[in-house]
């Protein structure tokens, strides 16, 4: 059993930036490739990053520039970094073991306009 804890979210405005954390359980956490998503109220889930085992990084055209995905194998965590926020933005923020049914309980992302 894998247990994902993300954290980092919150409330801030336009413009600013926000760094969001997984930590994972596990010791073979450098074989897997690792995943943000997010949900906003009544849209479906959707990826927003992904970093592989290999590192080779993978983001939605609307975080493109803005956003970065990075990972710390001895620390078993993945990072996103998200800069220029914008109100749509805002949603409930999932880490994921990809390809797998692991994922964290979410933390929520809040830009105010």
């Known amino acids: 059993q894998v247990q994902l804890v993300e954290s980092g979210g919150g409330l801030v405005q336009a413009g600013g930036s926000l760094r969001l954390s997984c930590i994972a359980s596990?010791?073979?956490?450098?074989?897997?490739?690792w995943g943000w998503y997010r949900q906003a109220p009544g849209k479906t889930r959707e990826l927003v990053a992904s970093?592989?085992?290999?590192?080779?990084?993978n983001y939605a055209d609307s975080v493109k520039g803005r956003f970065t995905i990075s990972r710390d194998n001895d620390k078993n965590t993945v990072w996103l970094q998200m800069n220029s926020l914008k109100p749509e933005d805002t949603a409930v923020y999932y880490c994921?073991?990809?390809?797998?049914?692991?994922w964290g309980q979410g933390t929520q992302v809040t830009v105010s306009s």
């Open positions: 596990g010791n073979i956490f450098s074989l897997f490739g």
């Open positions: 994921r073991r990809e390809g797998s049914h692991y």
């Open positions: 970093i592989s085992s290999r590192r080779s990084t």
